[in-house]
């Protein structure tokens, strides 16, 4: 296990550029397994899931390769076998999103209930539940769904709630289809409609009808294409409170700033400073630590705060003056890593599984704090930085799922952090 060492309570300044988006790219990848003809990624972040879901996808015989130009090829030929297994299941439960495109292209596979952080209970019944209706027999047994089907057909799939990999899941199978399928109540996250543009370029004929409609009308097949991945908004997002906290200023480009649209709101709302940059896309962002107001957070399905920013900015209310509150609609259990924040003298009440109330500001003191999951590890990062002493951060390995390189551009812009064993 890797543990990282921070020295607190340095401002954090300079210029960094966010990767591709995690919650886009593992679902363009599983994407490529729609065609056997090539598809190019570019702006592939360099994380662990994405070495992960790599490995998955060459172990059932597909080739995937690195670019001169830093792109990655997949040539999804034919399947040397299509089971996923555990391992990979228990590692990123993101690999769950080949179901929908191995089931449609091949008519089979056999894919293991999905692991992932421990953030509260993620169900896929909604996706198994949508490969029935679209005409495919799937069985449970042993923590394995087995699914099979002599072609899938269109159907109309309601989700009672906004799952976005459920979302995912139906449109690369109905891509493939007889007829048309219609998903109501579907997920808008710029992710989705990034992926829709992949499909799209594969010669998929896929559209969003209405805000939370989208409507697929199935093909016999797909082409290749190139596709340059989004930016990464939630790890904007994580340096944008890097730089509110530390009370300096870093210009985070490589991203939509429309995308971070309600957690700059919300950030704005605390007396933080957002500047378009003068060049490309992103913003500059700034603060004085000691003016910072107390809000209300709460999650919700884009366009809200998202829910993978709850921790990182919950950090930044422990030094609001006054009292904050934060209000989780997605996941009952992503308050957990509110003990080790506590541990640092944060005073937080966890009133439930939902909700928490955060007083400051308080002064942060380096402690030897366990990292759970992968957004409260870049949290419990960001306390270490604004913390009084030294904090000894292990698990690691969670905040390299998600982000690129994450120590080194912070240490680039000013940061004390040294990655040792142990």
Known sequence: MQRFIIEGGIPLSGAVQVAGAKNAVLKMMAAAALTDEPVVLHNVPRISDVTIMRATMGDLGFSLKDRPDGALEILAGEAEWLFVPLE?????????????????????????????????????????????????????RNGYYFAQADGLRGAHVTFPYVT?????????????????????????????????????????????????????????????????????????????????????RIEISGFRPGDLAAAADLLEGMGVTLEPLEEGDGLAVSANPGELKPVALETAPWPGVATDLQAPLSILLTQANGVSTIHETIYEDRLEYTAELVKMGAEIEVVDERNARIAGPTQLEGRAVQIPDLRAGATLVLAALVATGTSIVSGVEHVDRGYERFEAKLVGLGARIQRTDG
């Open 164 to 248: 976005v990999m459920g979302t995912e899941n139906v449109m690369l199978a109905a891509c493939l289809a007889r007829g048309t399928t219609v998903i109501d109540n579907a997920a808008r996250e710029p992710e989705v409609d990034d992926l829709i543009t992949l499909l799209s370029a594969m010669g998929a004929r896929i559209a969003r009808t209405a805000e939370r409609r989208i409507e697929i009308e199935g093909t016999e097949r797909l082409g290749g294409a190139e596709h340059r991945v989004v930016g990464d908004r939630i790890e904007a997002g994580t340096f944008a409170v890097a730089a509110a906290l530390t009370g300096g």
């Open 88 to 140: 990979a299941a228990m590692k990123m439960r993101s690999s769950f999103i080949l179901l929908g495109p191995l089931l449609a292209r091949f008519g089979r596979v056999i894919i293991s209930n999905p692991g992932g952080d421990r953030i509260g209970r993620r169900p896929v019944d909604l996706h198994v539940e949508a490969m029935r209706l679209l005409g495919a027999e799937v069985d449970y």
